[in-house]
């Protein structure tokens, strides 16, 4: 039986590496590592600054975004892209104003932008067999066009970040120090969310709108317990993504599995796995003798 397993998978594997000559299996890898690029620098600043839930709210309700956009007969993309910006620029000023209530807020956004991208979407005329792909991802679907979008969105990540890095650096870690040292951090605030925006919008293709928090928090997450600085942080965060999204889409292809949910139950896994590590570490240096 595990011959014959392992034959299937072998087989499998054989026809996926046939496969890469395809456009669509090309335009997957390369989504894959544009994708994995912006979720682990902006999923970084996502996790330090303690805003998942935030970014999580953005993401589902850029539902509404999307539509708008097929009640109004135009791109989803553009509608998702619209709609999460003005979304991340209402949470950013109620967050900054009252933190204390701003899960609240965050959470009826949220219920608002889904239900509004319900609603619409029944008012739409005639049925949209492509909206799953934007609840769950299609990376097996990715155009050229959206290849553009994603390195464009990556471009403007890197250079936003590289540029104001030290200030990113300041606001993560000491909010009121920043301030103190003149640091705008009220408008760096703004430009993460801008930026979660376009990512959330980027990573639809790939993951969806129910899925994207994971790949936006996960690889962070771990990165986080193996870095020494903010920068080795990310370029660990992007490695890991990349990693579970080539894996999810490995294992996609080897099992008939849908893409997107895949990529997020390898970084699951992988999630899991960190946290036994940690637990047995911490048992193992609680149990080592303390030296003379």
Known sequence: MACLIGSCASTRTIEMLEALQFEFMQNALLAGVLTSVACGIIGTLVVVNRIVFISGGVAHAAYGGVGLAFFLGISPLMGATGFSLLISAIMAIVTLKNKQRADTVVGVLWAVGMAMGIILIDLSPGYNVDLMSY????????????????????LIVLLVVTRYYNSFLAMSF???????????VRALYFTLLAMTAFVV???IRVVGLILVIALLSIPPYIAERYSESLRSMMVFSVILSLLFTLLGLWFSYLFNLTSGATIIMVAAAFFFISLVVDRVRARLSRSSPSPV
Not at 145 to 154: G, K, Q, R, T, Y
Not at 174 to 184: N, S
């Open 174 to 184: 000491d909010e009121e120090f920043a301030q103190a040292a003149g640091v705008p």
């Open 201 to 203: 919008v980027m990573v």
């Open 135 to 154: 609840l769950f991802g299609s990376i097996l679907a990715v155009p050229r066009s959206d290849l553009v979008m994603m390195f464009a969105v990556d």
